[in-house]
């Protein structure tokens, strides 16, 4: 069973080093040239920018998903961070990177949102 979250963990890697479009030039910054048309000008900033904002959720997926592989090298894969209970299967197939049990997660949101208020 954990071979299988860890396939599926590889192909969502995988995934995410597949470019979003083949001509985007994502190695590279994104260059905003000076250009004379105003209006060609904003369509250009408002494109780098959603490439910025897609390279950087890229980014924190695989970086998740990294985290979550070398979990399972070390042997405490499927372990809430918080309280150490089993996270459990159900939870883990749904979503291959969670790092906290259902009860730890549900802390950690209403945590946040009591900060926020
Ligand atoms: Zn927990």
Known sequence: MLEMLRK????AL???RVR???DAELDEQPRLD???DENEFASRVV???MQIA???RLEERRGEIEAALKRMD???YGDCEECG???GLARLMANPTAQLCVHCQADNERGRLRRCA
């Open 74 to 76: 070390t042997g405490c």
């Open 14 to 16: 995988d995934g995410c």
């Open 34 to 36: 000076a250009c004379a």
């Open 85 to 87: 209970e089993e996270i």
């Open 54 to 56: 897609l390279r950087r």
């Open 8 to 11: 599926r963990l590889l192909d």
């Open 47 to 49: 494109e780098v920018g």
């Open 20 to 22: 979003p479009c083949p």
